[in-house]
């Protein structure tokens, strides 16, 4: 199943490529990831009550494995479904960024996109991953480029060397756990590094291979000194893009390097040796990307760029996570990913919206869009509370699940910065959502704001993104229960 | 320091690996930047071709019949380093592209030339 998932989008990519007609491409892609988001879904149900799915194929050196638990499953649902609102949106979006002509081409690099995203997580085999890692990065830089303006040459450029940059590191790590270990698989590093004594004489190999990785998904994943290219990337990338960037193309390296750390390395080593140091390195470099991102953002006039820097933010919580390195820990981290992916692709989206409306970037000059544009400035509201943390929104239960994880595993200063940041989350939002609503500057300013809300039928994947949020904000149960099960599987060695 | 010389191999990458970083970094030139970017990638090849020689061993091809395991060397990193030449190629390929795009809209490579012209040309608008 994982591979029909992969085989399908790759596939389909080429089919809307190659139809050189931008109408036929957008029917072609929205069928494709309808479908993808489907079988999903099936799959999910399938793992969940059948158990894990693996597969193998080839031998030596070009043995591949696939390994499909319940948190690779997680990932897939939220790329299928997530991805196909996002390609939903784009339908009446896109043109506005991207040249007719380059529209199918466009669809090409999204559906790959989102194939080779699944391919990173379900791969377990390095060399599986690292060729994943690599097209994907292709396929994220070349959904900046296709705008086609300067700026979006220069970001896509800065984005490609800083992720070349990364997956050297990533493979250097890589190649190092092979010498040390002989597996090319992240269970079979597992078995070698956790059984007894290995770490006794070959510590060094590892915590210098992990330093390694965990430099690479940095780069990657836009952890805080590392996330240079980030604010270009997303904040001139066309929205549909900067949507998929932001909610599911940093979540995929952070899976893989979730499973490097917690399958290859797993609890019981973290604990007992240097890569404990390591994980403590990077929670606090998490902390300081929860603080330094959501002061930037705050310092920023554009949207697009101040929803970038919160992206900044809300990394650093996912890194933390990592870094307390206990289960709870870990779960906190996991359903953040689905928090930051629903609100922080709606939130994108609007800011399209907005953009595409008015012809206007600058916060400062938003005031009283809220009467002008009422249903998408509430969706910006409703996005804003859910990453300030307020309850009802799924924002909340993800900071509660930070705040359990902090007190599980006895850190008490870090719920210092943990409220520090919801507030400063705060200090950007909800300016915006009062400016909009209560200001009353721009109503003299009648160019860029001669606009009128878009058609409810445009709107409707952001609306319903929007009560993604709300949902998983009241009844997160059944999500926790199911990551709770999933982080089992993903922790454990297993075939 | 007895161990830095034994595994020459490995300090040569790292200090090459470093070379190319800092080219990539600190160069204004886009070429040159991309020029860092191969020292790098190569870097990293070198890392994993000296990780799979065992010295005194052959290639892993078999010689006339012999399959026993210990007279070869380890082809596993040989056939990494294979793969990662091909993503390095495309890579390289992507980003002279993109060097060619950026030549055509500024009329120069130099990085901080060029966020000037847009700078200037915004202050225009």
């Given at each position: 199943?994982g591979?029909?998932?992969?085989v399908?989008?790759?596939?389909?990519?080429v089919?809307?490529?190659v139809?050189?007609?931008?109408?036929?491409?957008?029917?072609?892609?929205?069928?494709?990831t309808?479908?993808d988001?489907v079988?999903?879904?099936?799959m999910t149900?399938n793992v969940a009550?059948?158990?894990?799915q693996?597969?193998?194929?080839?031998?030596?050196?070009?043995?591949?494995s696939?390994?499909?638990g319940?948190i690779e499953?997680f990932m897939?649902c939220?790329?299928?479904i997530?991805?196909?609102?996002?390609?939903?949106?784009?339908?009446s979006m896109?043109?506005?960024?991207v040249e007719?002509r380059l529209?199918?081409f466009?669809?090409?690099?999204?559906?790959?996109?989102l194939?080779?995203?699944n391919a990173v997580?379900?791969?377990?085999?390095?060399?599986?991953?690292?060729?994943s890692?690599?097209?994907?990065s292709f396929?994220?830089?070349?959904i900046?480029?296709?705008?086609?303006q300067t700026?979006n040459?220069?970001a896509?450029l800065?984005y490609l060397?800083l992720?070349?940059?990364?997956s050297?590191l990533?493979l250097?790590?890589?190649v190092?756990?092979?010498?040390?270990t002989?597996?090319?698989m992240?269970s079979?590093?597992?078995?070698v590094v956790?059984?007894?004594g290995f770490?006794g004489?070959?510590?060094?190999?590892v915590?210098?291979?992990m330093?390694l990785?965990?430099?690479?998904v940095a780069?990657?994943?836009?952890?805080f000194?590392?996330?240079?290219w980030?604010p270009d990337?997303?904040?001139t990338?066309?929205?549909p893009?900067?949507?998929t960037?932001s909610a599911?193309v940093?979540k995929?390296?952070?899976?893989?390097?979730m499973?490097?750390m917690?399958r290859?390395?797993?609890?019981?080593v973290i604990?007992?040796s240097g890569?404990?140091?390591?994980?403590?390195?990077?929670?606090v470099?998490g902390v300081v990307?929860?603080i330094?991102?959501?002061?930037?953002?705050i310092m920023q006039t554009d949207?697009?760029?101040?929803?970038a820097y919160?992206?900044?933010?809300?990394?650093?919580y996912?890194?933390?996570g990592i870094?307390i390195g206990?289960e709870?820990g870990?779960?906190?981290?996991?359903f953040h990913?689905?928090?930051?992916a629903?609100t922080?692709?709606?939130?994108?989206?609007?800011?399209?919206?907005?953009?595409?409306?008015?012809h206007?970037?600058?916060?400062t000059?938003?005031g009283g869009?809220?009467?002008l544009?009422?249903?998408?400035m509430?969706?910006?509201t409703i996005?804003?509370?859910?990453?300030?943390g307020?309850?009802?929104?799924v924002?909340?239960?993800?900071?509660w699940n930070?705040?359990t994880?902090?007190?599980?595993s006895a850190?008490y200063?870090?719920?210092i910065p943990?409220?520090i940041?919801?507030?400063l989350n705060?200090l950007?939002?909800?300016?915006?959502?009062?400016?909009a609503f209560?200001?009353q500057?721009?109503k003299?300013?009648k160019?860029?704001?001669?606009?009128?809300?878009r058609p409810?039928?445009?709107?409707l994947?952001?609306?319903?993104l929007?009560?993604g949020v709300?949902?998983?904000g009241?009844?997160?149960?059944?999500?926790?229960?199911?990551?709770?099960s999933?982080?089992?599987l993903?922790t454990?060695?297993?075939? | 320091m007895?161990?830095?010389?034994?595994?020459?191999?490995?300090?040569?990458?790292v200090i090459?690996?470093?070379?190319g970083l800092?080219?990539?970094l600190?160069q204004r030139n886009?070429?040159?930047?991309i020029?860092?970017l191969n020292i790098?990638?190569?870097?990293?090849?070198?890392?994993?071709?000296?990780?799979?020689y065992?010295?005194g061993?052959f290639?892993?091809i078999?010689?006339?019949g012999v399959t026993?395991a210990?007279l070869y060397i380890?082809?596993?990193?040989s056939?990494?380093?294979?793969t990662g030449?091909?993503?390095?190629?495309?890579t390289?390929a992507?980003?002279l592209?993109?060097?060619?795009?950026?030549y055509?809209?500024?009329?120069?490579?130099?990085?901080d030339?060029a966020?000037?012209k847009?700078?200037?040309?915004k202050?225009e608008?």
């Amino acid at each position: 199943m994982g591979i029909a998932i992969i085989v399908l989008l790759i596939l389909g990519g080429v089919a809307a490529w190659v139809c050189k007609n931008d109408k036929t491409a957008r029917l072609i892609a929205l069928a494709v990831t309808a479908v993808d988001a489907v079988l999903a879904v099936v799959m999910t149900m399938n793992v969940a009550s059948n158990g894990e799915q693996v597969m193998r194929f080839g031998s030596g050196f070009i043995e591949q494995s696939i390994r499909i638990g319940k948190i690779e499953c997680f990932m897939a649902c939220i790329f299928g479904i997530i991805g196909f609102l996002i390609v939903w949106a784009s339908m009446s979006m896109i043109s506005h960024d991207v040249e007719e002509r380059l529209i199918p081409f466009y669809y090409f690099l999204v559906l790959a996109l989102l194939g080779t995203l699944n391919a990173v997580v379900f791969f377990e085999s390095m060399i599986g991953i690292f060729v994943s890692i690599e097209l994907s990065s292709f396929a994220a830089a070349g959904i900046v480029i296709v705008k086609n303006q300067t700026e979006n040459v220069h970001a896509g450029l800065k984005y490609l060397s800083l992720s070349i940059l990364g997956s050297s590191l990533v493979l250097m790590g890589m190649v190092l756990l092979y010498v040390a270990t002989g597996s090319l698989m992240i269970s079979g590093i597992g078995e070698v590094v956790q059984s007894g004594g290995f770490m006794g004489s070959n510590s060094s190999y590892v915590v210098w291979a992990m330093s390694l990785i965990t430099g690479g998904v940095a780069f990657k994943a836009a952890l805080f000194p590392c996330h240079i290219w980030l604010p270009d990337a997303h904040g001139t990338a066309p929205s549909p893009s900067s949507a998929t960037l932001s909610a599911l193309v940093l979540k995929a390296y952070i899976v893989f390097y979730m499973k490097m750390m917690f399958r290859g390395v797993g609890f019981e080593v973290i604990a007992s040796s240097g890569i404990r140091t390591l994980l403590n390195v990077v929670m606090v470099v998490g902390v300081v990307a929860m603080i330094c991102g959501s002061l930037l953002a705050i310092m920023q006039t554009d949207i697009k760029r101040m929803i970038a820097y919160s992206s900044v933010a809300q990394m650093g919580y996912i890194f933390m996570g990592i870094g307390i390195g206990t289960e709870f820990g870990l779960f906190a981290a996991l359903f953040h990913i689905l928090a930051h992916a629903v609100t922080k692709s709606g939130l994108f989206l609007v800011a399209g919206s907005i953009i595409e409306q008015t012809h206007n970037r600058d916060l400062t000059k938003m005031g009283g869009l809220g009467k002008l544009m009422p249903i998408t400035m509430a969706l910006f509201t409703i996005g804003g509370l859910s990453m300030i943390g307020i309850p009802l929104f799924v924002g909340f239960n993800s900071k509660w699940n930070f705040a359990t994880g902090i007190v599980d595993s006895a850190n008490y200063w870090l719920l210092i910065p943990l409220s520090i940041s919801a507030l400063l989350n705060a200090l950007y939002y909800l300016p915006v959502v009062i400016r909009a609503f209560f200001g009353q500057e721009a109503k003299e300013m009648k160019e860029p704001f001669a606009s009128k809300e878009r058609p409810v039928k445009d709107l409707l994947p952001i609306i319903l993104l929007a009560v993604g949020v709300i949902i998983f904000g009241v009844a997160a149960g059944p999500v926790s229960d199911f990551l709770h099960s999933g982080i089992e599987l993903l922790t454990s060695i297993g075939h | 320091m007895n161990n830095l010389f034994n595994n020459y191999y490995e300090l040569a990458a790292v200090i090459l690996f470093v070379v190319g970083l800092l080219i990539l970094l600190l160069q204004r030139n886009l070429i040159k930047k991309i020029i860092g970017l191969n020292i790098m990638d190569t870097s990293v090849f070198l890392f994993l071709a000296a990780k799979g020689y065992i010295a005194g061993r052959f290639s892993p091809i078999i010689r006339d019949g012999v399959t026993d395991a210990s007279l070869y060397i380890n082809p596993l990193p040989s056939g990494l380093v294979l793969t990662g030449i091909v993503v390095a190629v495309s890579t390289t390929a992507f980003a002279l592209a993109l060097a060619l795009r950026w030549y055509q809209q500024y009329h120069t490579l130099d990085v901080d030339a060029a966020v000037l012209k847009n700078a200037l040309k915004k202050g225009e608008q």
